[in-house]
């Protein structure tokens, strides 16, 4: 019984909690719908918020592009009416050159018609001269005829009134200049001659030591007026003098250094120089050493052949100093001549005794030496001429082998050209003039520089005188 009274009170709480859940259920589900709606709506604004802002980006960009393409108008504009401006002052330029030009030109006209007109009126002036001569001459002419003179004074007097029939003399105007290439004597005389070198060129060999001193430091260089050098300035007339400073005991280096505390030989040759003598070399090759130790060696030892090796040497190295001594020379005296005289044999070609403690054998090595010597030498002086000449320049290297120029007159000769060994007794010492040209010695040196002057390198020269025919002679009168 109990039971059947709570059952519809039980139902009927049932029944409404069932009708709140479903009246939450409902209203949950109202809910999601609006919340949904709500996303909904609000995506859309989204979407629209996003639509305007890409419509004001693609408005902005546009806003750009319209601004450039006006500034880009702009530029163009500017551009055009800034080259129509270059344009306006280029054309103004040439207009105001082409002014300029034609006023030029017009000034030009005038002046040129101005000088027309005042070379007609020299003209007419001239032409009533010639008149007024002419009716001179005439009238003078008719008076010489009734006075009977003499016939010949009527071309003076066409000279002096006419200035016609006049003697010319002077050579035709605008002739060009003559070039007239010049002899060896003529160039070898046409300046100074200029003599250096050694105890060959300075007279060691007749030096004495009271004679008088020629030039500076001649007490120290042997110097003598019995070399071949003042013989040569007698035989020929030189424009610009002579000039003589060969020394004793000069090498090749000392010759362009100095020696004896005096100025380089090479210091007296210039571009005044037309000739040059020297004699270099020997002192190169210890001549003066090696004959010594020929002469105080023990007798019939081989002290004096023995120094072959050490010769061969030094004369082999004698080829660069020659071609300095050649080049100094030339680069101060471009178109002058050098001559360089070799040395002569000592001895006979074929020696019959000793002589001076020198055996046959020594005398034939001396021989040999000094003729390989000349070789060196000249062949140095030969080579260098070839160049000048096949550079077509002024000027030569000549060279003179005097080897066998004392022939017959050797040492141990019965007239020897060369001083055999010569000892002064009071100082016990050998004399310096042993082995030098004696007087004889130096006038055949004469005979040989003389001889090749007037015969000139074997080619011709090069040097060349140059003369205006139309400059006017000294004291005459300037042409009209």
Not at 234 to 254: E, H, L
Not at 414 to 436: E, I, K, T
Request: proline residues 5%; aromatic residues 4%.
């Amino acid at each position: 019984m109990a039971q059947s009274e709570e059952s519809p009170l039980g139902e009927v709480a049932l029944d409404e909690v069932t009708l709140d859940e479903t009246t939450q259920d409902e209203t949950a589900q109202h809910q999601a719908a609006q919340d949904e709606a709500a996303q909904h709506e609000a995506t859309q604004d989204g979407a629209a918020q996003d639509g305007a802002a890409q419509d004001g980006a693609a408005q902005e960009r546009a806003s750009r592009d319209e601004a450039a393409q006006v500034g880009a108008k702009r530029d163009e504009t500017g551009q055009g009416q800034t080259a129509r401006g270059e344009a306006a002052r280029g054309e103004a330029a040439r207009g105001e050159a082409a002014r300029g030009e034609a006023a030029r030109g017009e000034a030009a006209r005038g002046e040129a018609a101005r000088g027309e007109a005042a070379r007609g009126e020299a003209a007419r002036g001239a032409a009533r001269r010639r008149v007024v001569r002419a009716a001179v001459a005439a009238a003078i002419g008719v008076a010489l005829a009734v006075a009977c003179l003499p016939l010949d004074l009527y071309p003076k007097l066409a000279c002096a009134v006419l200035d016609a029939g006049c003697p010319t003399t002077a050579a035709p105007r605008g002739e060009l200049p003559r070039v007239t290439r010049l002899t060896a004597v003529q160039v070898a005389q046409s300046g100074t001659y200029v003599a250096l070198g050694d105890s060959y060129s300075s007279g060691e060999g007749v030096w004495e030591l009271n004679q008088p001193p020629v030039n500076d430091g001649a007490d120290r260089c042997h110097r003598s007026d019995g070399s071949y050098v003042p013989l040569v300035a007698q035989a020929y007339r030189f424009g610009g003098g002579t000039a003589f400073y060969a020394c004793s005991g000069a090498t090749t280096r000392q010759l362009l250094s100095g020696q004896y505390g005096q100025q380089p030989q090479i210091t007296r040759v210039s571009a005044a120089t037309s000739l040059v003598t020297l004699s270099i070399g020997g002192n190169d090759a210890g001549f003066t050493r090696v004959l010594t130790g020929c002469i105080v060696k023990i007798p019939w030892s081989s002290a004096c052949v023995d120094q072959d090796a050490a010769v061969n040497r030094r004369i082999e190295e004698l080829r660069a100093s020659m071609l300095r001594v050649l080049k100094e020379v030339r680069v101060r005296a471009p178109g002058a001549r050098v001559i360089v005289l070799g040395y002569p044999r000592p001895f006979p070609a074929e020696p019959v005794g000793g002589v001076d403690n020198l055996t046959v054998a020594d005398q034939r090595w001396l021989n040999t030496v000094t003729r390989r010597l000349n070789d060196t030498v000249g062949a140095v002086v030969a080579d260098f001429d070839q160049a000048i000449a096949a550079f077509g320049a002024p000027g030569s290297a000549e060279y003179v082998d005097a080897y066998e120029a004392f022939t017959g007159h050797e040492v141990g000769r019965p007239s020897p050209f060369l001083n055999g060994l010569a000892l002064d007794m009071d100082a016990l010492r050998v004399n310096a003039r042993s082995y030098h040209p004696t007087g004889d010695g130096y006038r055949r040196f004469a005979e040989l520089i003389t001889k090749q002057i007037a015969a000139g390198p074997g080619r011709p020269m090069n040097n060349v005188l140059v003369t205006d025919p139309n400059a006017p002679r000294q004291g005459a009168a300037p042409p009209r």
